[in-house]
């Protein structure tokens, strides 16, 4: 197979993730601190979260004006302030909590089976980019998994079989037809039980 490589940048933050045939090579520089990894297809877990990351000033900003707002309306009455002053307070807190929600940054997790995670721009270069190669990867690890995994080996115990393809029906490697047909096989070419 033929390498596949996405490359992202935003600001001080660089990812690459370098696809291989039996592993794909990750990447990061994150404002001087640099990592890599070599990481086996066999590690990459298909259950992905969403991380976003946003300056928290708008967002305790935005918390700050809305209590002004309160006390502003409350106050008012009670002392004779004028209460249209609390527009303005929560125009000012509107808009600290959009620039909260609008300027964060939105990552996708990648778990990996030994605990360690990487993570990638949600959408970077651009969406349609992003998500090809997301399924180029899934992809990839499919079929390293199904080439290398998915065999019936008839001299192994049929219960440690059985599990190996049950491990590839929860990683969404075999559909639950191939799963079937695969135990199947398996059961005819088990040893009786004595």
């Not at 976003?52 to 302030?81: D, E, K, M, P």
Request: net charge neutral; aromatic share 12%; with cysteine.
């Amino acid at each position: 197979m033929n390498r596949h490589v996405l490359e992202q940048k935003r600001g001080q933050e660089e990812y690459r993730v370098e696809l291989e045939d039996a592993q794909f090579a990750y990447s990061s520089n994150m404002r001087g601190s640099e990592g890599s990894a070599s990481v086996p297809y066999e590690l990459l877990c298909r259950r992905t979260t969403d991380y976003h990351r946003s300056n928290l000033f708008f967002r305790n900003a935005a918390i700050y004006f809305g209590i002004l707002v309160v006390v502003t309306v409350a106050f008012g009455f009670l002392v004779g302030l004028d209460p249209r002053v609390a527009v303005l307070w929560a125009l000012i807190g509107g808009a600290c909590y959009a620039a909260y929600r609008l300027t964060g940054v939105r990552y996708e997790v990648f778990p990996l089976a030994d605990g360690r995670v990487f993570r990638l721009l949600w959408g970077r270069p651009t969406r349609e980019e992003y998500l090809g190669f997301r399924s180029t990867l899934f992809a990839r690890r499919d079929a390293y998994l199904r080439d290398r995994y998915a065999r019936i080996d008839i001299d192994r115990p049929a219960p440690l079989e059985r599990r190996r393809i049950e491990w590839l029906r929860e990683e969404g490697v075999i559909d639950q037809d191939a799963f079937t047909t695969i135990v199947e096989t398996i059961e005819d070419h088990a040893p009786p039980q004595g």
